[in-house]
């Protein structure tokens, strides 16, 4: 598949069909984040990766009980892991931007491998950490539901390329 189509294809998908995404499939998704950029190449990322409907379940109730996080067939924790107080020079944190990267490789080879995912933003960081064991240092950047969506969603549309662009100036 060449990028343009899958940039094309992939959508956020919320809803799903109820059934386990192929261990091969997971280890090429989480590949692919593991392959992303990150600030000073330092990779600084954690992924846990729920297959279990029980913690899916509970992981549900700290996400406002939305229910692609239970009937995905796994969903994938995005943790950075160190030095989160770093700020760039252009005066942004480096680890959003670091994760959202990871999420989109991830997202993509999902996509590739005849998946549907989703980003998540809306859950108790710090109630999913304690749920997970994860440590306190460690920030919980998103959730992305991985799963063979049920086909009824339309990908929503976007802006034109003339809306969104211009050169050399705003």
Request: hydrophobic share 40%; with cysteine; proline share 5%.
């Amino acid at each position: 598949m060449e990028v343009m189509e899958a940039l094309r294809g992939r959508q956020s998908v919320k809803r799903y069909l109820n059934i386990p995404v192929e261990t091969e499939k997971l280890e090429k998704i989480l590949e692919a984040g593991r392959l992303a950029p990150s600030a000073y190449n330092h990779q600084y990322r954690r992924f846990i990766v729920l297959t279990d409907p029980a913690v899916k379940k509970e992981v549900r109730e700290k996400a406002g009980a939305q229910p692609m996080v239970e009937d995905a067939g796994a969903v994938i924790v995005l943790c950075a892991t160190e030095d989160t107080d770093f700020v760039m020079r252009c005066g942004e944190k480096n680890y959003p931007i670091d994760a959202a990267l990871c999420g989109a490789y991830m997202m993509l080879e999902a996509y590739e491998q005849g998946l549907g995912t989703c980003w998540l933003g809306a859950f108790d960081a710090e109630a999913v950490k304690r749920m997970l064991g994860i440590p306190e240092d460690v920030k919980v950047v998103t959730m992305i539901p991985v799963g063979y969506h049920d086909g009824t969603q339309e990908r929503k549309p976007r802006k034109s390329l003339e809306e969104i662009t211009s050169y050399n100036r705003y």
